[in-house]
């Protein structure tokens, strides 16, 4: 296995979080007009994202 052998194959070495974590950042990325919108407050359980109807949109999660 050599070195890479406790990486896990197309995670580039990162492993998920496991249980919970608190989010301090959710943006709302908008790949085509090239808009990034946070929603605002610190998240601890669930959050519910409103997302645009159109395509291209992408979700962030930024840890606390």
Same mark, same amino acid.
């Given at each position: 296995?050599?070195?890479?052998?406790? !990486?896990?194959?197309?995670?580039?070495?990162?492993?998920?979080? !496991?249980?919970?974590?608190?989010? !301090?950042? *959710? &943006? *709302?990325?908008?790949?085509?007009?090239?808009?990034? &919108?946070?929603?605002?407050?610190?998240?601890?359980?669930?959050?519910? *994202?409103?997302?645009?109807?159109?395509?291209?949109?992408? *979700?962030?999660?930024?840890?606390?």
């Amino acid at each position: 296995m050599g070195s890479a052998g406790n !990486r896990t194959a197309g995670t580039g070495g990162r492993q998920p979080l !496991r249980g919970r974590r608190a989010v !301090r950042g *959710v &943006d *709302v990325l908008d790949t085509w007009e090239c808009t990034i &919108d946070r929603l605002p407050g610190t998240y601890e359980t669930f959050v519910l *994202v409103p997302l645009p109807s159109k395509p291209y949109q992408a *979700v962030r999660l930024v840890a606390a």
